[in-house]
């Protein structure tokens, strides 16, 4: 029985040791980045195989209906599938969903690449949990690759193949800018990086502006200026930050004493203070 298993294997594989069914990207777990990265996918005219695996039937038949994308309720069946398999689950349900793959799921052929999205996860946790010839990388992609302007931060694990890397960074390069980063660094950039920065900063704005008098509308058009028009500014021109500030900001005007006496009231010292709760809840995942 174990050498018809065996011949069975052999004769799905091609002359280079790869298996000929392992064909498309599979996504395990059909959450939100999935969705967003889908999207932004289907935006950029992406047009190989996607397959995306789920134990919610609602998520997939939402993603079905709403992207076109082929989804597939069987672990194994999506994971036999899979070239390059994309861990898409909540940090806590990493190791569970690992354990369950099995090493036997991927001995039998070349090292398939599996990237995680899983914020405070190492690579030796990876290793650890699943110890099968694959190869690892570390993805943080944003929400906002939903419309192609994501940011994707990237880390590789040891001998990682330099064909896998470049086709992993092509990937994401399809959903927005690629950079690729030391893996004891991800964490900083995990806090640093992600849209809901902008999001508070425009609520928190146009809230403080209606307490002043404006109508919501305005509130928001004004605050949504105030960042988004600034920063695309800043991006496509050619003047350092600081000299904006200070063209921003005249010594004596108006904006200078906004930015003032919220220094003052501990700007600062806030948002220190939340990108170090950020690192703290990945440290925690890391030692699930």
């Known amino acids: ?28 777990g059909g959450g939100r980045i999935t969705g967003a990265l889908l999207a932004g996918l289907g935006l950029a005219g992406y047009t190989k195989p996607i397959v995306v695996h789920d134990r919610n ?14 989804v597939e309720p069987d672990l194994q069946r999506a994971v036999n599938r899979a070239h390059v398999l994309i861990i898409a689950v909540r940090p806590d349900s990493v190791r569970a969903l690992l354990e ?11 090292p398939v690449t599996i990237v995680s999205l899983a914020a405070g996860i190492p690579l030796a946790n990876l290793r650890r949990w699943l110890k099968a010839p694959v190869q690892w990388a570390r993805a943080m992609p944003s929400p906002v690759a939903r419309g192609g302007r994501g940011l994707t931060a990237l880390a590789f694990d040891r001998n990682f193949l330099a064909a896998a890397q470049k086709e992993v960074r092509r990937f994401f390069s399809k959903v927005g800018v690629v950079l690729e980063i030391p893996e004891n660094k991800f964490d900083a950039f995990t806090v640093t990086y992600s849209s809901s920065h902008g999001y508070h900063a425009v609520a928190a704005l146009a809230n403080a502006a209606e307490q002043f008098g404006l109508d919501r509308k305005t509130a928001l058009i004004a605050a949504s200026h105030a960042f988004a028009d600034g920063i695309v500014a800043w991006r496509e021109g050619k003047f350092s930050l600081d000299e904006l500030l200070h063209e921003a900001a ?34 925690k995942n890391a030692t699930r």
Do not use: C, H, W
Request: proline content about 2%.
């Open 1 to 28: 029985m174990k050498a018809e298993r065996m011949g069975q294997v052999r004769g799905n594989q091609d002359r280079r040791g790869r298996n000929k069914n392992r064909d498309a990207v599979v996504f395990l």
């Open 57 to 70: 039937p609602g998520k997939l038949r939402r993603l079905r209906r709403e992207l076109g994308i082929t």
């Open 100 to 110: 369950k793959l099995g090493n036997e799921q991927f001995g039998a052929v070349r």
């Open 250 to 283: 005249t010594p004596g005007g108006i904006s200078a004493a906004n930015l003032a006496a919220m220094d003052r009231s501990g700007y600062q010292r806030a948002v220190l203070m939340g990108l170090r709760a950020g690192i703290d809840r990945a440290r």
